[in-house]
RNA sequence: GCCCCGGUAGCUCAGCUGGACAGAGCAGCGGACUUCUAAUCCGCAGGUCGCAGGUUCGAACCCUGCCCGGGGCGCCA
């Protein structure tokens, strides 16, 4: 299969040729060139401001350089002008003839015309991880979203993926939960919402360890009874986990999400004393008060505890042996950890062990803002935590409402159907649209907007198309749609054919910044053109040719739309 | 006290290795459905890019200081 280089990088790479032979006496340390889209279209299409950025290192006249540059960039067939303004910019405008033509051969491309970036390289992605026994609630949706949409990103450019669900199901919080289930716990409700009553015992034995010393000893017991592999214990807690995961797992099929792996921290058990071991023997280990932490006050990041005072292991232990174990088994180049910013030290910490334990691996923490609610941050003692499941109901819930009045005509379930995707794709949106680590404050509104820069918005652009399309092929059988050339004639049809072909651009660059957001970006750009030329010229009365190109054209847009709210796992019904 | 983020239009946010007069959505105002989905489109209005210096041909973006908000800082994860 054909492999395709994106337009800015082939740009770039024939800026480079042209200034490799311009100056044989060779370019700064470290050069290389590189062109961008413009801001503005006046300026043309793609500019590269390189001759600024050499005429100061070469001390020469950038407008010079510029001039001698353009001219060697000459290419009629694909650059309709090449042209220098202001201080050394040189701007680019493409042929269109060359852009729907390019248009076409990215068209029968299984990636669009994507460059498989990632072929021969494995990543493993580390997202969501919820804690057995807890709910899933909003603040599990952003690792959720973004580390799904990092998962189908890099799958999409090659890359082998393994994405693993990290769960939490191993920790002090075992022994309380043991405790409660002892005690406190309701049959009933366990069998009606089991995961909610796991939760109930365990707050109500948190709570009692508050003011019980004795409780807090007897949980400390049973903690240590489970670790040391109690049958009893251990049948309860597998209980426990058991019927975590099947409550994640309702979760994660509303959300399209889909794990290689579940291993939890309890996976890496048996590894832990040999991490110790290893560690010692690279002469990293040091007493601290009781405890055997790695020393990395030098990198000023404290110490990193690996062994506590009373012998227990903790999660810097256990995070170094995932690494290992991931590391032998997958040998990835890259490990992704999707995690809110309170974890940012910890990241920064067993990385740095790893770094000086020679692991030949590129860790990288993804993290993003802490989701909080107007009147500050939620936690589950404070009672103001959100579901997860109330909030995809209540998404799916305003979605119908919608749905209802505007497609009063479809089939009750085709309405429920439609009112999921929209639902659950506007929730995926709010989130994936923005940047990662901004702050983000809650609120309903935000969540589920359906207008606007929204995911309904993109949806119904390419249901729009679709419907166009099948109006079309009913009305006319006898046009070759496939046959004709892409509508290039029209200022609008150049704008949306050019946004079109941009597309891997999008893709590449989303992926390589671990920022979905860029997709989202584009995505809406791109409903955004297509709906302004939808509005500007008739499509089934257009005359003949002229037809069958207009429906060439948005049939690529809409397969391009969907495509990439694919990417961001969301889905493009055919009717909205 | 130290470290990491953020501060851009009334509100919510983009701004992709510094680049050409700072962009969207919502809200506001004015227009467009006897054509294919008006969940739409077109237009108007709205900003000392937290503040003050600095580097640069060029700064929302880089450096320094300060202000405000969020988070983190040894045996929770």
């Given at each position: 299969?054909?492999?395709?280089?994106?337009?800015?990088?082939?740009?770039?790479?024939?800026?480079?040729t042209?200034?490799?032979?311009?100056?044989?006496?060779?370019?700064?340390?470290?050069?290389?060139?590189?062109?961008v889209?413009?801001?503005?279209?006046?300026n043309?299409?793609?500019?590269?401001?390189?001759?600024?950025?050499?005429?100061?290192a070469?001390?020469?006249?950038?407008?010079?350089?510029?001039?001698?540059?353009?001219?060697?960039?000459?290419?009629?067939e694909?650059?309709?002008?090449?042209?220098?303004?202001?201080?050394g910019?040189?701007?680019?405008?493409?042929?269109?003839?060359?852009?729907?033509?390019?248009l076409?051969?990215?068209?029968?491309?299984?990636?669009?015309?994507?460059?498989?970036?990632?072929?021969?390289?494995t990543v493993?992605?580390?997202?969501?991880?919820?804690?057995?026994?807890?709910?899933?609630?909003?603040?599990?949706?952003?690792?959720?979203?973004?580390?799904?949409?990092?998962?189908r990103?890099h799958r999409?450019?090659?890359?082998?993926?393994?994405?693993?669900?990290?769960?939490?199901?191993?920790?002090?919080?075992f022994?309380?939960?043991?405790?409660?289930?002892?005690?406190?716990?309701?049959?009933?409700?366990?069998?009606?919402?089991?995961?909610?009553?796991?939760?109930?015992?365990?707050?109500e034995?948190?709570?009692k360890?508050?003011?019980?010393?004795?409780?807090?000893?007897?949980?400390?017991?049973?903690?240590?009874?489970?670790?040391?592999?109690?049958?009893?214990?251990?049948?309860?807690?597998?209980?426990?986990?058991?019927?975590?995961?099947?409550?994640?797992?309702?979760?994660?099929?509303r959300?399209?999400?889909?794990?290689?792996?579940?291993?939890?921290?309890?996976?890496?058990?048996?590894?832990?004393?040999?991490?110790?071991?290893?560690?010692?023997?690279?002469?990293?280990?040091?007493?601290?008060?009781?405890?055997?932490?790695?020393?990395?006050?030098?990198?000023?990041?404290?110490?990193?505890?690996?062994?506590?005072?009373?012998?227990?292991?903790?999660?810097?232990?256990?995070?170094?042996?995932?690494?290992?174990?991931?590391?032998?088994e997958?040998?990835?180049?890259?490990?992704?950890?999707?995690t809110?910013?309170?974890?940012?030290?910890?990241?920064?910490?067993?990385?740095t062990?790893?770094e000086?334990?020679?692991?030949?691996?590129?860790?990288?923490?993804?993290?993003?803002?802490?989701?909080?609610?107007?009147?500050?941050?939620?936690?589950?003692?404070?009672?103001?935590?959100?579901?997860?499941?109330?909030?995809?109901?209540?998404?799916?819930?305003r979605?119908?409402?919608?749905?209802?009045?505007?497609?009063?005509?479809?089939?009750?379930?085709?309405?429920?159907?439609?009112?999921?995707?929209?639902?659950?794709?506007?929730?995926?949106?709010?989130?994936?649209?923005?940047?990662?680590?901004?702050?983000?404050?809650?609120?309903?509104?935000?969540?589920?907007?359906?207008?606007?820069?929204?995911?309904?918005?993109?949806?119904?652009?390419?249901?729009r198309?679709r419907?166009?399309?099948?109006?079309?092929?009913?009305?006319?059988?006898?046009?070759?749609?496939?046959g004709?050339?892409?509508?290039?004639?029209?200022?609008?049809?150049?704008?949306?054919?050019?946004?079109?072909?941009?597309?891997?651009?999008?893709?590449?660059?989303?992926?390589?910044?671990?920022?979905?957001?860029?997709?989202?970006?584009?995505?809406?750009?791109?409903?955004?053109?297509?709906?302004?030329?939808?509005?500007?010229?008739?499509?089934?009365?257009?005359?003949?040719?002229?037809?069958?190109?207009?429906?060439?054209?948005?049939?690529?847009v809409?397969?391009?739309?969907?495509?990439?709210?694919?990417?961001?796992?969301?889905e493009?019904?055919?009717?909205?």
């Amino acid at each position: 299969m054909k492999n395709f280089n994106t337009i800015d990088q082939e740009l770039a790479e024939k800026v480079q040729t042209v200034l490799v032979n311009t100056f044989p006496e060779g370019l700064p340390e470290g050069f290389s060139s590189s062109v961008v889209k413009t801001a503005d279209a006046r300026n043309g299409d793609y500019q590269c401001n390189d001759a600024m950025a050499l005429a100061k290192a070469l001390r020469k006249n950038p407008r010079e350089i510029a001039g001698n540059l353009a001219a060697g960039l000459a290419d009629p067939e694909m650059l309709s002008s090449v042209e220098v303004a202001g201080p050394g910019f040189i701007n680019f405008r493409l042929n269109p003839a060359w852009v729907a033509k390019r248009l076409v051969d990215t068209d029968a491309h299984a990636a669009r015309g994507t460059p498989a970036a990632g072929e021969g390289k494995t990543v493993v992605i580390d997202y969501s991880s919820p804690n057995v026994a807890k709910p899933m609630h909003i603040g599990h949706i952003r690792s959720t979203v973004i580390g799904n949409a990092l998962d189908r990103l890099h799958r999409f450019c090659g890359y082998t993926v393994i994405s693993d669900n990290h769960l939490g199901d191993w920790g002090t919080q075992f022994g309380l939960i043991l405790l409660g289930y002892r005690h406190f716990l309701n049959a009933d409700a366990l069998a009606a919402s089991p995961v909610q009553e796991l939760e109930r015992v365990y707050v109500e034995s948190y709570q009692k360890s508050k003011e019980d010393e004795s409780w807090l000893e007897a949980a400390r017991q049973e903690l240590v009874k489970l670790q040391q592999g109690d049958a009893e214990n251990l049948a309860l807690w597998e209980k426990f986990v058991t019927l975590s995961l099947g409550e994640f797992e309702k979760i994660y099929q509303r959300l399209d999400v889909r794990f290689d792996l579940h291993r939890g921290e309890s996976f890496y058990n048996d590894d832990l004393p040999g991490v110790l071991a290893r560690l010692e023997s690279a002469g990293l280990l040091v007493e601290s008060e009781g405890a055997q932490v790695v020393d990395l006050e030098e990198e000023k990041l404290g110490v990193c505890i690996v062994r506590k005072r009373d012998g227990g292991f903790n999660y810097a232990t256990t995070d170094l042996a995932t690494v290992f174990s991931r590391v032998r088994e997958f040998k990835p180049e890259t490990i992704l950890y999707v995690t809110d910013e309170r974890q940012q030290r910890h990241f920064k910490q067993f990385f740095t062990v790893c770094e000086k334990l020679g692991e030949a691996v590129s860790l990288q923490h993804v993290w993003f803002g802490l989701m909080r609610l107007p009147e500050g941050t939620f936690s589950t003692r404070q009672g103001n935590v959100i579901k997860l499941e109330v909030l995809l109901d209540e998404a799916e819930r305003r979605a119908l409402e919608m749905v209802k009045t505007s497609s009063p005509d479809m089939p009750e379930d085709q309405q429920r159907e439609v009112a999921r995707a929209v639902g659950i794709g506007a929730l995926k949106y709010a989130d994936l649209s923005q940047n990662p680590q901004s702050l983000v404050t809650f609120t309903w509104e935000k969540a589920m907007a359906l207008d606007g820069n929204s995911a309904p918005y993109l949806q119904y652009a390419h249901a729009r198309i679709r419907s166009v399309l099948d109006k079309h092929a009913a009305q006319f059988p006898e046009d070759d749609v496939a046959g004709a050339a892409p509508a290039a004639e029209l200022p609008v049809e150049q704008v949306l054919g050019l946004k079109a072909v941009q597309f891997p651009e999008a893709v590449i660059g989303a992926t390589r910044h671990y920022r979905p957001n860029y997709l989202a970006d584009y995505l809406y750009e791109l409903a955004q053109n297509y709906s302004t030329y939808h509005q500007s010229v008739p499509f089934l009365k257009s005359e003949d040719g002229v037809r069958e190109s207009r429906m060439r054209l948005i049939r690529m847009v809409a397969d391009t739309l969907k495509t990439g709210l694919g990417l961001l796992g969301i889905e493009a019904p055919e009717r909205i």
